[in-house]
């Protein structure tokens, strides 16, 4: 079992960049590919982008490609989302997960969900 922990959210302008960090705890993070999502008020949770095991394969939502970039360090047992150009529609909670199995975006595929971090772009 992987225990998850966000961090990096808080309050930014349009335009500005946040960079997010998942902490991983467990034996298994580095055999798993992992994925972000994220949930605005009202909403159902959708995901953002996902990395393989290795970090040589990375999937994006269309809504984010080529300004939300995923990574990890499996060293340091950490994912990252790197977020630039953000939008107002990108004001979310964000979440990281580890994932178990079948499609990337699908959130039913993820188990070991982290808390949680709220992200808020200002127009």
């Known amino acids: 079992q992987v225990q998850l922990v966000e961090s990096g959210g808080g309050l930014v302008q349009a335009g500005g960049s946040l960079r997010l960090s998942c902490a991983a705890s467990?034996?298994?993070?580095?055999?798993?590919?992992m994925g972000w999502f994220r949930q605005a008020p009202g909403k159902e949770r959708e995901f953002v982008a996902a990395i393989s095991w290795s970090g040589g394969t990375t999937y994006y939502a269309d809504s984010v490609k080529g300004r939300f970039t995923i990574s990890r360090d499996n060293a340091k047992n950490t994912v990252f989302l790197q977020m630039n150009s953000l939008k107002p529609e990108d004001t979310a909670v964000y979440y990281c997960a580890a994932h178990a199995g079948g499609s990337y975006r699908d959130l039913r595929s993820f188990r070991s969900w982290g808390q949680g971090t709220q992200v808020t772009v200002s127009s």
């Open positions: 467990g034996r298994t993070f580095t055999t798993n590919a």
